[in-house]
């Protein structure tokens, strides 16, 4: 039996979610699209219950030190971090690719 992950999706990253849902129903007048894009991100979270290395650490400093991972999903990069002891993933940020990753990644808090 594979180990099994909990996954926390924190305040910040949940916000984000929100916006991108906000984004694509009032702005793009796409519901269906921020329906498909909720649900992709609920798989990819649920993935991340088994496979949570399945993320590259990310390239940039100091996230990388920190263990900071990076799952690209189409439009949007989720950037998580795994307590091993804990058997935890935190989700700590989901931003759309077209945003400056570094810039954004300042604002994240790690819990």
Do not use: C
Request: glycine letters at 2%.
């Amino acid at each position: 039996m594979e180990k099994r992950y909990i996954v926390i999706v924190t305040n910040q990253a949940q916000e984000q979610l929100e916006a991108t849902k906000q984004y694509y129903v009032y702005k793009l007048h796409a519901k269906d699209a921020a329906h498909d894009f909720l649900d992709l991100m609920e798989e990819t979270f649920a993935d991340l219950e088994v496979y949570p290395k399945r993320g590259r650490l990310t390239e940039e400093e100091p996230w990388r030190s920190q263990g900071i991972r990076i799952r690209p999903i189409k439009t949007h990069n989720v950037y998580y971090w795994i307590d091993e002891v804990e058997m935890t993933v935190w989700v700590t940020a989901v931003i759309a690719t077209r945003m400056d990753q570094q810039e954004q990644l300042k604002k994240i808090k790690m819990k």
